[in-house]
């Protein structure tokens, strides 16, 4: 099958052309992104392979449908930047990667929050400079305090338990759907109003629905506890930023660890350091000597490229054949 990948970095290009020696797919890697203006590079594939940043909305997929593409394969596993209706419409098939190595981003967020309660990247950054002054790098333990996982799922189920069983937190949860294991271990489920008002750190790992847009709002920072602090390795828009620069700026907020960002498309994955960046919410953000970003790279290991690229080409191999799709995504309900 030909297949336009859209967005390839040198990593994806490595493990993708590694993982089709075994499907022989003729892969055709292009550096542009998708969108409004980059569709039309898809013309002559039957597929295209996309990642989170990517705009599939209508316009996009009315697009596609007119140049004959028939599978969109995602190689991620989140879908919000996806009109699934649009695409049911025109009868093109999506795929997605529902998981890959949660590991990989259960140790970054565990990374993350190390980091940003010892200081590390500071002391880092000093050190370099060869200034070994501890002034200012005084740091907490993450033993007895109360940490809150949003999503239980596999990433989050693991954090929780790297938290509680690790390092001795009590961790509260949050999740329409229990885990008797981790509720074997202390972990105690909650209500997400009483897990943001009770935590001392507050961890994202819950998928980007209408529901959970803008779940760290202004109420809810102005209810938690002083000196919280917030990690997000999941989807920007989980937080509203500006409420946060808010609170930031108020002193109520301790510290915040993040590898997304609610308007990263068109920043994150590209090198912008000889760019002057529009953005002045992100580079408010950056000021704050207690925020520490990175660039959505806590997926980014060696086994879950691997995986992203075995399950990715083997849903289009699965396609070409006619077999069913074990994660193809269902178009929404008319209800």
């Not at 949003?150 to 885990?179: H, K, M, N």
């Not at 520490?292 to 086994?303: D, I, R, Y």
């Not at 691997?306 to 396609?319: C, E, K, N, V, Y």
């Amino acid at each position: 099958m030909r297949v336009t990948v859209y967005g390839a970095r040198s990593y994806d290009r490595q493990f993708l052309t590694a993982a089709n020696a075994a499907y022989g797919h003729d892969l055709i890697f292009l550096d542009a992104g998708l969108d409004a203006q980059t569709f039309p590079l898809a013309a002559g594939s039957d597929g295209i392979c996309v990642f989170v940043n990517d705009c599939l909305d209508a316009g996009v997929i009315d697009g596609l449908s007119a140049l004959g593409v028939r599978i969109v394969a995602l190689r991620c596993a989140g879908y919000n930047n996806v009109d699934l209706a649009a695409a049911a419409r025109h009868g093109i098939v999506v795929t997605r990667v529902p998981a890959y190595s949660p590991h990989a981003v259960a140790e970054f967020t565990v990374g993350l929050l190390l980091a940003l309660d010892r200081k590390i990247h500071r002391a880092w950054s000093r050190v370099r400079e060869n200034n070994y002054a501890l002034d200012g790098l005084v740091g907490r333990n993450l033993h007895g305090r109360v940490a809150g996982i949003v999503g239980t799922g596999e990433i989050g189920a693991l954090v929780a338990r790297a938290l509680r069983a690790g390092f001795g937190c009590e961790v509260l949860a949050s999740d329409p759907v229990r885990d008797p294991p981790l509720e074997a271990i202390g972990v105690r489920y909650v209500p997400i109003d009483t897990l943001l008002r009770e935590a001392d750190i507050v961890s994202l790992h819950c998928p980007l629905t209408p529901e959970t847009y803008h779940l760290i709002d202004a109420p809810v920072l102005a209810q938690a506890r002083p000196g919280l602090t917030i990690v997000n390795t999941s989807r920007g828009a989980l937080i509203d930023t500006s409420a946060l620069i808010d609170a930031l700026k108020a002193r109520r907020v301790g510290g915040v660890a993040l590898d997304v960002y609610e308007q990263e498309a068109g920043i994150f994955f590209g090198d912008l350091s000889n760019e002057i960046i529009d953005d002045d919410v992100l580079q408010r953000l950056l000021t704050f000597p207690n925020v520490l970003v990175t660039g959505h790279q806590a997926f980014l290991t060696e086994e879950a490229l691997s995986a992203i690229a075995g399950t990715t080409l083997d849903s289009l191999a699965r396609f070409e054949r006619g077999e069913p799709l074990p994660y193809q995504l269902a178009a929404p309900s008319a209800a």
